[in-house]
């Protein structure tokens, strides 16, 4: 490993180093991994230096954005962390709407980066989560219905293959390598810099609604209804949660569990006040906060509900519409929600994400309406069993009337028969793709697609 320290601009941390304790850690606070070192790489060459030591020694590598994923596949036992957090250089080409990411980038900084110049991006909801994961496993938020996953608008990414070899990608250049990193995850390479293509957005009007409980399931039918003909650039996502003990939320509600909406508006805010005006009159609601706001501030509103260090357990399923057998069952578990950071969200998945063709990208749903996640998260390690329990139960209750797979980036570990459900009919192109760029499956800290001749 002297050779690797030798070789590279960044830092190798080794157990027994300063500082390995807390770089062998990620976000989800469940995770608790020894990796054989940890590379904070400082350029894409440390990167391939990296990749290429791993391929050397046969050792798995783990590919670290913002460190997000909550199965932590941003570290491992025995393996190669490639820690990228530390590059993030952002070039903003304001006038053709194209920003250049490195991908160690949160969402955050890119989002500050951009906005500057009035623009962005489809990213994830909260600011702290890493652009390297949330875009190569597809990646939605509230500008989806709008303008598509995040890997919809990739533009081109720099991708270090298995073979530690830096290459292009993009519709003319490894486009099946392209194809694969949009919804693919970290199965065929690191990537080291995404190029986006930007949309303006100035103007936002947003904010949590907040239903009694004995509404949740009217609320619920009122929800899928209205999403069905609510406008594209108008996004909201249904919501069981434990009101927050503080300001905005009045007083006699904190810490009780409603039934809420949160809605984004992307125009003037009288126009998005027109929009959601169903929402605010259906009850009425218990508190209506929404208003209008800097896109930052949307992107960042929950930050301080979920801060890294957290323990969590997910599980999440596609689903094709909400139907009332899933409302009953939503009605029965989702007022157990067990903390305040807990939560199960509806997200919608329709929109712009229905204009790309299932073909076009590796992420396979674009057919379905929503996707909902489960998940328990608290401070308390020694709870997390028992909330596990529920979130099961919850799951298995619903996934009956699912649409079988779900989303990469929600699923923790649950086996190569999940991972091959979620990508239904593009999981054989991309097993034949997996063998073409990594067919060791130096890759395999991740919703792991075996190469086509392992399988
Ligand atoms: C609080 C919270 C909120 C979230 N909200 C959303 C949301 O609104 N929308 C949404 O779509 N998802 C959301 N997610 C899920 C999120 O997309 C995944 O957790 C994702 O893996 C996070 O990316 P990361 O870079 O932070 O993760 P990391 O843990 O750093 O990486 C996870 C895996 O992604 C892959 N990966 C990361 N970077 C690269 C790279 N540069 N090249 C190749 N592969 C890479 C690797 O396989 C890696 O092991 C959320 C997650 C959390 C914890």
């Not at 850690?25 to 290429?52: F, H, K, Q, T």
């Not at 929800?223 to 609510?230: K, L, T």
């Not at 929404?290 to 596609?318: I, R």
Request: glycine share 12%; aromatic share 10%; hydrophobic share 45%.
């Amino acid at each position: 490993m002297d050779e690797l320290i030798q070789a590279v601009r960044g830092t190798v941390i080794r157990p027994g180093d300063a500082g390995y304790e807390g770089a062998r850690r990620v976000y989800n606070a469940d995770i608790d991994r020894r990796p054989a070192a940890i590379v904070a790489c400082a350029d894409a060459a440390d990167v391939s230096r990296g990749v290429g030591y791993a391929h050397e020694h046969g050792l798995a590598v783990a590919i670290r954005g913002g460190g997000h994923s909550a199965a932590g596949f941003g570290t491992c036992d025995g393996g190669l962390v490639l820690d990228l957090s530390a590059m993030k250089g952002i070039r903003v080409d304001a006038k053709r709407r194209i920003a250049r990411a490195e991908a160690g980038c949160t969402w955050g900084d890119f989002d500050r980066a951009t906005q500057a110049q009035g623009l962005a991006t489809p990213g994830g909801i909260i600011s702290t989560t890493g652009l390297g994961g949330l875009t190569t496993g597809g990646g939605f938020g509230y500008l989806s219905r709008l303008h598509g996953l995040a890997c919809d608008n990739v533009i081109s990414a720099d991708v270090v293959t298995a073979a530690g070899t830096l290459v292009a990608a993009s519709a003319t250049q490894n486009a099946d390598l392209f194809w694969a990193i949009r919804g693919g995850g970290g199965n065929f390479g690191v990537v080291t810099a995404f190029e986006f293509r930007l949309h303006p957005v100035t103007q936002v009007y947003a904010g949590p609604i907040l239903y009694a409980p004995e509404q949740a399931a009217d609320a619920m039918r009122m929800y899928r209804d209205f999403m069905r003909s609510a406008p594209r650039n108008l996004s909201a996502f249904f919501a069981f949660l434990m009101v927050p003990p503080g300001p905005p939320f009045p007083e006699p509600l904190w810490l009780k569990t409603v039934p809420g909406i949160m809605c984004a508006y992307f125009g003037d805010a009288a126009a998005g006040e027109a929009a959601i005006a169903p929402l605010r009159a259906f009850g009425p609601p218990l508190a209506a906060l929404t208003g209008p706001m800097p896109y930052t501030v949307l992107q960042s509103l929950f930050d301080g509900l979920l801060p890294p260090g957290l323990h969590h357990y997910w599980k999440s399923d596609f689903a094709s519409d909400l139907n009332d057998e899933m409302i009953a069952v939503h009605a029965k578990f989702g007022p157990q929600i067990p903390t305040v950071n807990s939560a199960m969200h509806i997200y919608p998945l329709d929109g712009a994400i229905h204009d790309v063709p299932t073909g076009d990208t590796a992420f396979a749903y674009r057919d379905v309406r929503f996707v909902h996640i489960i998940a328990a998260v608290t401070p308390e390690a020694v709870r997390l069993a028992g909330y596990r329990e529920w979130v099961r139960a919850y799951w298995s209750a619903l996934h009956p009337y699912s649409a079988g797979g779900t989303y990469v980036n929600f699923l923790m570990e649950e086996g190569e028969q999940r991972v091959s459900e979620s990508y239904r009919g593009n999981h054989a192109r991309l097993a034949a793709i997996k063998a073409q760029y990594d067919p060791g499956n130096v890759f395999r800290v991740n919703q792991n697609i075996l190469p086509a001749h392992h399988s």
